[in-house]
């Protein structure tokens, strides 16, 4: 009996899978014509690859080299310590988890994943701080490679007030974490019998000159991963994404089957909101609800629009 209804939902799962599917490209195909459509998408993939992925794969490994320098020679350490009296009363953490914060800024989200998984690293957290960490990395990761790009597009004041926003996020969205979870954590009776440990060392074997080298190509060869770890995301997210945001890039000739031509959908829907759009974000262009949907699934994908937008005189620094 079990068998038969799990068979019934799977092929039921397909079949809408189906209907979904057709129904919207099949609509994208009618408004756009069949090799328009498959052209716009070969097209603005190629184009997003070329001229977005590999940018910011040029800033990920240098970012990467430059943070993993800051690791090897303790400029991070240092940094640790200055922030660390700030971790309790902003974030309710302890001192150690600014290295969570610092460590995701020089890299990546998955950074604090390696750390969580340290033992000596998760000793110095209660249980439900530990998990809470998934919010405070999550606010920092990629934070040195976004402000880099924004700074590359002429943004200055603008990235840093970013990040001064995701800062101020973090710590609204750490303590939300906290709370929701203290009561049923503490049901488990979760404890850690991992002796304190009052150092973590990241510094590596070799003389001065091994060290600096070791340190920027392991660094460059992570910003290489993150690189090619967001081609996924950018090329299939934004693509889709950008499918249903712009239209033709003519109006009176029609579609042409270049990139970044689409059906207008998304802007349609958010416009029905803008002034809720206005309110929470400022946003005056419709199509620009574009960039935060992106940034839900990959933060590589949403840095893809922001040329695109910028070319299309869609946004200025604010």
Do not use: W
């Not at 690859?49 to 350490?77: C, D, H, P, Q, W």
Request: aromatic content about 14%.
């Amino acid at each position: 009996m079990k068998r038969k209804r799990f068979l019934f939902l799977r092929r039921l799962e397909s079949f809408l899978f189906i209907v979904v599917f057709l129904s919207v490209f099949g609509f994208l195909a009618y408004r756009m014509g069949t090799t328009n459509l498959i052209n716009t998408i070969m097209n603005t993939a190629h184009d997003l690859l070329m001229n977005t992925v590999f940018y910011i794969m040029g800033i990920t490994v240098l970012s990467g080299a430059l943070g993993k320098l800051f690791i090897e020679f303790g400029v991070v350490r240092l940094l640790e310590y200055i922030l660390s009296p700030l971790m309790r009363p902003l974030f309710n953490l302890p001192g150690v988890a600014s290295l969570g914060g610092l460590m995701t800024f020089f890299s990546d989200n998955p950074a604090i994943i390696n750390l969580a998984r340290d033992k000596k690293f998760k000793s110095y957290f209660k249980p439900y701080e530990l998990i809470s960490l998934t919010n405070f990395g999550t606010a920092f990761g990629m934070g040195l490679i976004v402000i880099t790009f924004m700074i590359g597009q002429g943004f200055y004041k603008g990235a840093f007030i970013g990040f001064a926003g995701a800062t101020i996020g973090a710590c609204f969205s750490t303590r939300i974490m906290q709370h929701l979870t203290k009561k049923k954590l503490q049901k488990l009776k979760i404890e850690y019998d991992i002796p304190k440990k009052k150092y973590i060392s990241f510094k590596s074997s070799g003389n001065l000159f091994e060290r600096v080298l070791n340190s920027l190509l392991d660094g460059g060869k992570d910003g290489v991963e993150i690189g090619l770890s967001i081609i996924p995301g950018v090329l299939i997210i934004s693509t889709f994404i950008m499918l249903i945001t712009f239209g033709p890039e003519n109006p009176e000739i029609g579609y042409q089957g270049l990139a970044y031509e689409g059906v207008p959908i998304l802007p349609y829907i958010a416009g029905l909101f803008k002034g809720l759009f206005k309110l929470l974000f400022g946003f005056n262009d419709s199509e620009l609800i574009a960039f935060p949907i992106t940034s839900l699934g990959a933060v590589g994908a949403a840095l893809s629009l922001v040329k695109i937008f910028i070319a299309k005189k869609l946004i200025t620094g604010n």
